[in-house]
């Protein structure tokens, strides 16, 4: 191997990392456009921690940008970074740190930015190194921002993630011979063990193992909201959780557990000029009905919505009874047993999805229960299948909150299809 080559892979071993052969071989790489597609734990946000600390080590006066749809997922690699910094000889070469910037001796500098919807953090920023982490998350608008940022220096590109649908700049990037590629799945990683792989598969459809483990990206073809709709419903979840109410109107959805994995959801949608956005979304596991009412009143007192909406079919029905006691009508159960019933809510929301009426956060658990939910067509009528081991209890009370909030109801109802 070239001595240059070496040298990526020395400064990890000083870190106390010994990299994988996968993982080296995405360490050394000095490409200007590098996609990483990984399964989970399988160290891509750790490697590219240390490709990010030894490309400012390395490159004077250089300035990169760890960029993430939101600043919590932006922080976890930058924290990466700052970890290693902490507990080893990098430290020597940095003069200041902060919660979003590191400055080193040489004068790089890494900054911690979100992406946002439209790439306004990026804007303004001439870059030697983006490195963009949940790259397919990330909007069309952000990696269009992305480009004269790194048109004056030539500057370098690095895209990691696990995959989504077949759509996207990210799948674009994968698919692209100016790209070099790397892919992993959580196989490849010899500190995960196959016991473990097969309990995750228990708790997911196919499809979300593929995706989320063996980083395959996963056809649209059988899904009821395929990915690029459900893209573009997308919001910073900056720009939409609410700490206390505002003007407008809001409609509060409750899914409520049934056994084994399933957790209890709680979704707030607000209803502003026409559009509905989701501004409080929250799911609990093994909480008995006295927490999910006592949950519940906690929200109606907070938001004051104007109905709550709740499947009232099977363990859901305790809690609809007793909500509905101590608040009256406002409590409206969704008997989720009628075939009718679950077609008209599962297909209001893919009808305010497609119009547009409704914006869901851009995070990655609510986006990824969206796969769970599969059509196919029999005798002419449409029917939506779910899958009985995969989580969708956050869509599922998305459907519920959101379920006739429309003007004209009559535009989403269509009662003669069975699922």
Known sequence: M????????SFAI?????????????????SRRIIFVAGRQTGKTTMTAIKGLFFALTHPNSTILVVAPTWRQSNILFNRMQSFILTS????????????????????????????QYGDTIRGFTADLIIFDEGAYIPEEVYIAVEPALATKNGTLILIGTPSGKVGRFWEAFNSPFFSHHHATSYENPLISEEFLEEQ??????????Q????????????????????K???NPDFLIEEKPTDGTYYLGIDVAGTGTDETAYVIVKKEKGILKTIYWKTESKKDTVHIVNKAIELIKKFKP?????DSTGIGKGVYDELYNKLGGIVKGINFSSENERFNLYNNLKILMEKELIKIPNDKKFRLQFTSYTYESRNGKLKINKSQNAHDDLVDALALASYNTSHDWTLYQLPDQSI
Do not use: H, R
């Open 2 to 9: 070239e001595k240059e080559k070496l040298k990526p892979l």
């Open 14 to 30: 000083g870190l106390n990392i010994k990299p994988f052969p996968y993982q080296a071989d995405f360490l050394i790489d000095n």
């Open 89 to 116: 000889f990098v430290s020597n070469f940095i003069t200041n740190m902060t919660k979003t910037t590191i400055y080193f001796n040489n004068k790089s500098k890494i900054f911690c930015l979100p992406s946002g």
């Open 201 to 210: 598969k228990l708790g997911m459809t196919e499809l979300q193992f593929k």
């Open 212 to 231: 989320e483990f063996l980083a395959e990206f996963i056809e649209e073809a059988d899904l009821y909201f395929p990915l690029s709709l459900v893209d």
């Open 233 to 235: 419903s997308l919001e």
């Open 306 to 310: 104007e109905w709550i909406k709740i």
